[in-house]
């Protein structure tokens, strides 16, 4: 069951406003989860990581782009 695996990540474009889930269409910011995606290193010094997003609602994961 991978409940960890980065492997089926959605990737989506960012767009303006409200963010929303891809797979459910939830928007409710209180339903959506974010979290470091240490995957993805944005800045090598000092260390930043990219973020992640998950739907409280139908479980999805999306990184936005
Ligand atoms: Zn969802």
């Known amino acids: 069951m991978g409940e960890e695996s ?3 990540i959605l990737t989506i474009e960012k767009h303006e406003g409200r ?3 891809p797979k459910c269409n ?3 910011p209180h339903m959506i989860y974010e979290s ?3 995957s993805q290193i ?3 010094y000092p260390r930043v990581y990219g973020k992640k997003y998950k739907c ?8 936005e782009v």
């Open 42 to 44: 944005i800045m090598d």
């Open 36 to 38: 470091v995606d240490k």
């Open 19 to 21: 963010r929303k889930c």
């Open 56 to 63: 409280g609602q139908c479980g999805a994961e999306w990184r």
């Open 6 to 8: 980065s492997g089926d």
């Open 26 to 28: 939830n928007e409710n």
